[in-house]
C-alpha cells in the first residue's frame, strides 16, 4: 500500500522557518521524482517544488526561489522541504507528490501526479 505522510506543517510568524518532512512506502522511493504542491484557500494545486530521483537536480517555483530548498534521502525514503522567510502568501495545504515521470511534477501537472500525500497546513501569521 503506497504512503505519503507529510509531518512538520503549523503556524509560524513571517519571516520564520519551517521544515516539512514526506515519508513514503509502499513503492520504489529511489525510482520516482518527488515534489511539493500547496492549495491556498480558495486557489487551485500549485507547483512549489520537485527533485530528481537522485537529488541531482531541482526544480522550485520562482515565487519561492532562495527562500525554500527541496532535498531527499533516499535511504529514508524521506523528501524535505525547507521553508525559510516565510511570508502570508505561503500559508495553504502542502502536499507531497510522487511522479515516476519528473517532468509532470515540474510542469506542475497535478493531474498526472502519481501518489499525493494527505497534505499538511502551514500558517504563516503577519
Known amino acids: 500500500q503506497v504512503q505519503l505522510v507529510e509531518s512538520g506543517g503549523g503556524l509560524v510568524q513571517a519571516g520564520g522557518s519551517l521544515r516539512l518532512s514526506c515519508a513514503a512506502s509502499g513503492f520504489t522511493f529511489s525510482g520516482y521524482a518527488m515534489g511539493w504542491f500547496r492549495q491556498a484557500p480558495g486557489k487551485e494545486r500549485e507547483f512549489v517544488a520537485s527533485?530528481?530521483?537522485?537529488?541531482?537536480?531541482?526544480h522550485i517555483v520562482d515565487s519561492v526561489k532562495g527562500r525554500f530548498t527541496i532535498s531527499r534521502d533516499n535511504a529514508k525514503n524521506t523528501v524535505y522541504l525547507q521553508m525559510n522567510s516565510l511570508k502570508s502568501e505561503d500559508t495553504g495545504v502542502y502536499y507531497c507528490a510522487a511522479g515516476v515521470r519528473g517532468w509532470v511534477l515540474e510542469a506542475g501537472r497535478a493531474n498526472d501526479v502519481d501518489y499525493w500525500g494527505s497534505g499538511t497546513p502551514v500558517t504563516v501569521a503577519s
Open positions: 527533485t530528481t530521483w537522485n537529488g541531482a537536480s531541482v
